[in-house]
């Protein structure tokens, strides 16, 4: 009963191809989101949905189109794969942390995607 | 353009002793702050917050100190224990935004 849950955990693949990743939070949050771990580790927002409605895309690619059927669910396809695609990837979903208003986020386990 | 930035890649502390991460921003208009810890093959798990106007905020054995003239914040653990080995992340955020902006992280270790 993984609170934030993606898959695939790992996925290799050719240049060129497209590949999907899938997340979801069974902790009823209304906000979901994909950030990118990249080589010099930092992680970095992708994209952000409110109960199903895009909010934040943080000048990604078009090759990268996110997808939130519900709000429980944001998936994350990604076309014509590059070797600088390569990273891991992390979903998370989010509420208002109480006592300083933070936007305390939950994150998924992650998923290393390697491009070859 | 990176607006949180932790320069210690690693740090290394004894069992028992206080260890003390570091984290430096640049945009003063932050309005939160907060500590994530994360083990490998798992995703960052949130330890601690602070709000802006505060300069301390305890929970047990974290505590994390806002200095905000420094444009400077610190997560203290005491006593450390093996099981604190981990990356811990800063980030910061804004009142009534989703985003988050994350340091690099810094890799500690605890020896017994």
């Known amino acids: 009963d993984t609170a934030v849950s993606q898959t695939p955990k790992y996925l290799v693949t050719q240049m060129g191809n497209d590949k999907s990743i899938k997340c979801e939070q069974n902790?009823?949050?209304?906000?979901m989101y994909w950030y990118k771990q990249d080589s010099k580790k930092f992680l970095k927002i992708m994209f952000s949905y409110n109960n199903k409605e895009l909010i934040i895309n943080e000048t990604v690619p078009n090759r990268f189109s996110p997808k939130s059927p519900d709000k429980a669910h944001l998936n994350l396809h990604i076309n014509s794969l590059e070797l600088g695609d390569s990273a891991v990837y992390f979903c998370a979903s989010s509420q208002r942390h109480t006592s300083s208003g933070a936007n305390v986020l939950t994150f998924g386990a992650g998923s290393r995607l390697t491009v070859l | 353009d990176q607006q949180v930035k932790q320069n210690s890649p690693s740090l290394s502390v004894q069992e028992g002793r206080i260890s003390i991460l570091n984290c430096d921003y640049t945009n003063s208009m932050f309005d939160y702050f907060l500590w994530y810890k994360k083990y490998p093959a798992e995703g960052p798990t949130f330890l601690i917050s602070?709000?802006?106007?505060?300069d301390k905020n305890e929970d047990g054995r974290f505590t994390v100190f806002l200095n905000k003239s420094a444009k400077h914040l610190s997560l203290h653990i005491v006593p450390s224990q093996p099981g604190d080995s981990a990356v811990y992340f800063c980030a910061a955020g804004f009142q009534g935004a989703q985003k988050l902006v994350f340091g690099q992280g810094t890799r500690l270790t605890i020896n017994p």
């Open positions: 602070i709000s802006s106007i505060k």
């Open positions: 902790l009823g949050h209304d906000t």
